[in-house]
C-alpha cells in the first residue's frame, strides 16, 4: 500500500470534519475523493500531506509511519486549487523550488527544470512569471513543481476546479496520460463525479466526514452501497422505496404490464443521449434518458403522454444510510 | 468630464494649499539671502549633532520596529490565541495617544524619580534626558506602522503558497525568506517608509524625555524648535529642509529598491490592499 489511513478522525472545534475514517491507497493507482463540499475530502488530503493533523489514527506512506512527520519529510507533492503559485519567481524557479530547497548542483536543477517543463508541455515559458500564465498553465506548472523532487505520493486538491468546463476537461485528459507516463501514486480530490469516473481507476465517496464506498467507478455506478452513493454518482431517480437510473426508465406509447402513465414536462437535448422530464400520474416527477435514435421513433415533445416502466431498480435497507442523504 | 475636472481641480488644489504651498515656502525662505548661510547653519556643531542623532534614532528604531511588525502581524494573522483581540488593540495604542502623553508615562517610568527609574540610574544607565529614552519614545510612537501595513497584505496573500514550500521540503524559516517575505515586500516596504517619517518626525514624545539640551539629546525637530524659539529663522529653516531632504531620500531610495527587484510591479497586488 502507497497509503495507509487508519481510524483517522480530525475536528475544527465542535465540527467533526473526518469521522473515523481507514483507506489504503495502491502504489500506482489515480484514486479520487470524490464528495459534495464539507464532506471532509479535502481535510483528508491535507491529513495526508502533513498540512492538518489528526485527532486520532494514524498515516502510513510506503510502510513507514507519517502520523507525526511535518510536510518537508513525508515525500509528497500536493498541487492546490488555486495553484499557489510563487508569484514572484519565474516559472522555471517555481519548477526549481524543491530541487534548490535540497542544494541539488544547478546544472542537474537545470536539465530536470526542463525535462519537466516539457512533461507539462511549458517548454519556451520558463522565463515568464506565473501572472502572465493562464489558469491551465498555471495549474501544469504547479504539477512540474510538485514533481520536481520526485515525490513517493502525489495528492491533487481540487486542481482543475477553478477552471472553465473546456480546459478541465483537456486537463483531466492529460492527466491520465502523465499518470501513465509517470506512474506516480496519486490522489485526487473532487465534488465533480464526472472528473472522478472520467481520471480515476478507484474511488473513494466520502460524505459528512466518512467514506461511503469506495470501489472501481463501474462498480459505483452499478453496484452503489447505499442512497447515497447512488444519488451522488450518477443521475438517479426515487419512486418510493426504489432508485432508478433515467437510462433505466423505458419510455413507450402504449400501456405494458406494470407501466405507468406520465405526461412529458420538457425535453432536453444533450447530444447523442435525450432526457425527458416526467411527471407521473401521481405528481411525481422523474427523469428519463434514451438515445436520439430512440427519442426519434417515438417522437417525444412537451405535453404527450407516454408509459414508462423502470427496467432495473435499486433498492437500499435503511441499515447504514447516512441520516439525511436522502 | 467637467464633474471629473471639478474633482481633480479639488484635489490638486487641496493638496496645494495645504501641503505644497507651505513647504514650498520654507524652502524659499531658506534659500531667501543665498547658500552662504544655509551652509553656515547646516554645518554648525549643534545642528551636525541634530542631524546626526536624528539618523542614528532612526537607524535603530526603524530595524527594530520593522523585526517586531513583521512578527506580530504574523502572529495577528496566523496564529489563534485568546489574547488576539486585545493585541490587536494594543498595538494602535501608540495612534490613539498623543506623543505627549507618551513621553509623559514613559518619564513617569524611567526618570530618577520613577517606577524604574531610581534602580536603572543606581546602575549608571540614564534613560530620561539622554538617547535610551529617546529610541524608547520614538519606538513607541512609530510601533504600527509596519504591523498595520503588513497584516492586510498578509491576508490577502494567504497561507497556500507557504503550505506549498512546505510540501516541497521548505523549512519554516527558509519558507519565510524565500516565499513569505517577498510576497509580502511591499506591505513591509510602505510600513518602513511610514515608520521612518514618523521617527525622523517625532516632536512631542522626544521633546519631553529628551529634555531638548543643544548639542547633546537635540534632534532635527527639537532643533528647528529651539532656533524658532531664539529667532534663528535660518538655523529654523535650514534644518526644515534637512529634515524635508531625508523624508525624500528615504521614498527615493524605496522606489529605486521596488525597480530592482524582478517581477515587482506585475504583481503588487499589495498597494490596493493597504488601508
Known sequence: MAIAIRRVTKRFGDYLAVDDVSLAIASGSLTALLGPSGSGKSTLLRIVAGLEHPDEGSVSIHGDDATGLPPQKRGVGFVFQHYAAFKHMSVRDNVGFALKIRRRPKSEIRDRVGELLRLVQLDGLADRYPSQLSGGQRQRMALARALAAEPRVLLLDEPFGALDARVRKELRAWLRRLHEEVPVTTVLVTHDQEEAMDVADRVAVMNDGRIEQTGKPRDLYEHPANEFVMSFVGPANRLGEAWIRPHDLEVRHEPNGSSTEAMIERVVHLGFEVRAELVLDDGRRVAAQVTRAEADELDLHEGQTVFVRPSRTHVFSAVGTPPGSS | ?275
Request: one cysteine or more.
Open chain 2, 1 to 275: 468630464m467637467a464633474a471629473r475636472l471639478g474633482l481633480r481641480f479639488a484635489a490638486l488644489g487641496y493638496l496645494a494649499a495645504l501641503l505644497v504651498f507651505p513647504v514650498g515656502l520654507v524652502f524659499w525662505r531658506t534659500f531667501q539671502h543665498g547658500i552662504g548661510p544655509v551652509i553656515d547653519a547646516a554645518t554648525a556643531p549643534e545642528a551636525l549633532h541634530a542631524l546626526w542623532l536624528t539618523i542614528i534614532i532612526a537607524l535603530i528604531v526603524v530595524p527594530a520596529n520593522t523585526v517586531f511588525g513583521i512578527v506580530c502581524a504574523l502572529v495577528i494573522v496566523r496564529d489563534n490565541f485568546r489574547w488576539k483581540g486585545v493585541l490587536n488593540a494594543v498595538i494602535d495604542l501608540p495612534f490613539a495617544l498623543s506623543p505627549v502623553v507618551i513621553g509623559l508615562a514613559l518619564y513617569l517610568v524611567y526618570a530618577r524619580t520613577g517606577w524604574l527609574g531610581d534602580w536603572l540610574v543606581g546602575h549608571g544607565i540614564n534613560v530620561i534626558f539622554a538617547l535610551p529614552g529617546m529610541i524608547l519614545a520614538t519606538i513607541f510612537v512609530s510601533l504600527p506602522f509596519v504591523v498595520r501595513e503588513t497584516i492586510p497584505v498578509l491576508r490577502e496573500v494567504g497561507i497556500e503558497q507557504e503550505e506549498a514550500a512546505w510540501t516541497l521540503g521548505a523549512s519554516p524559516l527558509s519558507t519565510f525568506f524565500r516565499v513569505t517575505m517577498p510576497a509580502i515586500r511591499w506591505g513591509v516596504t510602505y510600513g518602513i517608509v511610514l515608520t521612518t517619517a514618523r521617527a525622523i518626525g517625532e516632536f512631542g514624545a522626544v521633546s519631553i524625555v529628551s529634555g531638548s539640551i543643544a548639542g547633546r539629546t537635540e534632534t532635527l525637530t527639537l532643533h528647528v524648535q529651539n532656533r524658532f524659539q531664539s529667532f534663528d529663522l535660518t538655523g529654523a529653516y535650514t534644518a526644515s529642509v534637512e529634515l524635508a531632504l531625508l523624508a525624500l531620500i528615504t521614498l527615493l531610495l524605496m522606489t529605486l529598491l521596488r525597480k530592482e527587484t524582478p517581477g515587482g510591479d506585475s504583481d503588487s497586488s499589495g498597494h490596493e490592499a493597504l488601508r
